[in-house]
């Protein structure tokens, strides 16, 4: 499954590539408002945001209102989250 690499708004398959863009993406400009749109172009509709808080939800909300939020703040939620993604 390709990453969105937030470094350069579109997917990326490559392992290594995603490690390399990883290390970028703290040490670089994130292009999280085209990332978001690049979402929408491609009719993708859910975000799952991992990790502590909403932020990144928030702000993708503030670009495109259709997106919707998942929230996956720690081990419990990672079962539903699966569910969801396998349909």
């Given at each position: 499954?390709?990453?969105?690499?937030?470094?350069?708004?579109?997917?990326?398959?490559?392992?290594?590539?995603?490690?390399?863009?990883?290390?970028?993406?703290?040490?670089?400009?994130?292009?999280?408002?085209?990332?978001v749109s690049w979402?929408?172009?491609?009719?993708?509709?859910?975000?799952?945001?991992?990790?502590?808080?909403?932020?990144?939800?928030?702000?993708?909300?503030?670009?495109?209102?259709?997106?919707?939020?998942?929230?996956?703040?720690?081990?419990?939620?990672?079962?539903?989250?699966?569910?969801?993604?396998?349909?």
């Amino acid at each position: 499954m390709p990453v969105v690499a937030n470094v350069r708004a579109e997917p990326v398959s490559d392992p290594d590539e995603i490690v390399s863009l990883l290390v970028a993406q703290v040490t670089g400009r994130v292009r999280w408002r085209e990332t978001v749109s690049w979402f929408a172009a491609n009719e993708i509709d859910t975000l799952y945001e991992i990790g502590a808080g909403k932020v990144l939800t928030g702000l993708a909300r503030r670009i495109d209102r259709a997106l919707n939020g998942v929230t996956v703040g720690g081990p419990d939620d990672i079962d539903g989250v699966l569910k969801a993604i396998k349909g």
